[in-house]
């Protein structure tokens, strides 16, 4: 009789039922009204976080699709955990899509907003109580009354996830219609000016550029990014990737694609910028290399260009930023060509010019990976023009024409041989230690070289011209190297 009597108490009468629901139905409208003031605010995530936060009185952070955290709300402000790695976030991204509603990885629930397949954004709510989950998982009724803190929490969620879509998507297409106009205006600074309307014609330049939040009138260059092997990642548009690294160098930007290449015009990365606006070294092209008297190419790892045989892609050069985030938000090491530095934008077409001769000898190298600057390119500036690659075909054919060929009949690597020791200046030793072979193997080879070429490899004129007949075999049109032939690489 006392546990029927127990049990009665915990039955709310009608009028207490009724006052609950009301309250509950109060606040569910009092929500939504906040979420929908917020969509208007001057920043919705952060709003959609703090109405969460309000309501569920749990911290909240809301997320972009690559992690980064785009508002927070909670005690103290500390409403996120460390961030998830690439793994984790994948696992939790695949998992999330194959349930309805949040989804909950340890301390956390996790809330997709997403829009026909494509994640915009992500919602995280910090639960460690559990205070989100049914007392009885058994019974999930137990713990439902209205008014309670668990009522309607999880449809609290997925209403703000819904708000935040909505807010992400219109963003989205903004930024869609902003690239298309800053497609054009690339397309349009990347043409050289009529001399007859060259004044005006920056006018309406800087204009536009005005327009969509660049300034155009201080220091550029060119970038030309090709991603390794030609592909860019499938799961991203190639204009986000391009603003996600720009955006972790703090470097503005226009960029457009051309084939597979994106073509940036960006201005200095912050940290390249003094405190009064001026650009600083090495982004003022200012010379930060040793140079060959021979070739006038760069040695590896003293100036900017990255990727080299002795050098990791980056490692150790004033250039290692800028290609690192190109290798981060794309998961792997790209060819980037660097285009001379300019103050002006009529000068722009000649920086892209460069940026794309940079670009094709990067790619001809045995590693096509790294970043060269213009500056660095020494020899290559004469040679990996159109013109200047048809050219370089013919002096590389008088020259070492029979090397290449008994190269590419016998798999000999006489080529790569003869680069190697003029780099090291004639000099056996280095060279065969260079080639890990033994002096007697070396002195073979190089017997050989004399044979096949009829060249002495004594004479100053003739080394000069073998080792830029070498060198313009990277780049030569068309391509005059063996099927997976090496040679000495920037």
């Not at 935040?164 to 219609?177: F, N, V």
């Not at 499938?234 to 084939?259: C, I, K, N, P």
Request: hydrophobic share 40%; glycine share 10%.
């Amino acid at each position: 009789m006392g546990d029927e009597a127990s049990a009665a108490d915990l039955v709310p009468s009608d009028g207490q039922a009724r006052v609950e629901v009301e309250g509950a139905l109060a606040r569910e409208y009092r929500f939504q009204a906040a979420l929908s003031q917020a969509l208007v605010g001057e920043s919705p995530e952060h709003g959609i976080a703090e109405v969460l936060h309000d309501h569920l009185g749990l911290g909240v952070a809301v997320e972009d699709p690559f992690g980064r955290v785009l508002a927070q709300a909670g005690p103290d402000g500390a409403a996120t955990q460390p961030r998830l790695t690439r793994a984790q976030r994948d696992h939790l991204i695949d998992a999330a899509r194959r349930v309805s509603g949040p989804l909950r990885v340890r301390d956390r629930l996790a809330s997709l907003a997403v829009s026909r397949g494509t994640l915009l954004g992500l919602i995280l709510v910090q639960d460690p109580e559990h205070t989100l989950e049914p007392a009885d998982k058994k019974d999930p009724d137990t713990d439902a009354r209205p008014g309670s803190p668990r009522a309607g929490a999880l449809h609290a969620i997925g209403l703000a996830t819904g708000a935040l879509s909505l807010h992400l998507l219109h963003r989205h297409h903004l930024a869609r219609t902003e690239l298309r106009l800053r497609h054009d205006l690339v397309e349009t600074v990347l043409l050289e000016c009529d001399p007859d309307d060259l004044d005006a014609e920056i006018e309406r330049r800087i204009g536009r550029a005005s327009a969509l939040s660049h300034d155009l009138t201080g220091p550029h260059r060119v970038l030309a990014v090709h991603p390794r092997h030609g592909r860019w990642p499938g799961d991203q548009a190639v204009g986000d990737l391009m603003e996600h690294a720009a955006r972790t160098l703090d470097m503005s930007f226009l960029g457009t694609l051309r084939g597979q290449t994106a073509i940036l015009v960006c201005g200095p990365p912050a940290a390249w910028l003094a405190g009064s606006g001026t650009a600083l070294a090495p982004w003022t092209g200012e010379p930060t290399t040793t140079t060959h008297a021979a070739t006038g190419t760069a040695t590896p790892g003293t100036g900017t260009g990255t990727g080299s045989a002795t050098d990791a892609p980056g490692s150790g050069t004033p250039w290692q930023l800028v290609h690192d985030a190109f290798t981060h938000v794309l998961h792997d090491a790209p060819a980037v060509g660097v285009g001379g530095y300019v103050d002006r934008p009529e000068h722009l077409p000649r920086s892209y010019r460069e940026a794309m001769q940079a670009l094709t000898v990067r790619t001809r190298q045995p590693d096509p990976t790294g970043l060269i600057a213009f500056e660095d390119l020494g020899l290559y500036r004469l040679l990996a023009t159109p013109d200047g690659r048809r050219q370089a075909g013919a002096f590389v054919q008088d020259w070492i024409g029979h090397l290449l060929a008994y190269d590419n009949d016998r798999r000999a690597g006489l080529v790569h041989t003869l680069g190697i020791y003029l780099d090291h200046g004639g000099n056996y030793d280095a060279t065969a230690a260079a080639l890990h072979i033994h002096r007697s193997t070396l002195r073979y080879r190089l017997q050989r070289i004399r044979e096949l070429t009829g060249h002495d490899l004594t004479d100053t004129d003739t080394r000069l011209n073998l080792h830029v007949a070498v060198r313009a075999a990277v780049i030569a049109e068309p391509p005059l190297l063996p099927a997976g032939g090496q040679l000495t690489s920037l």
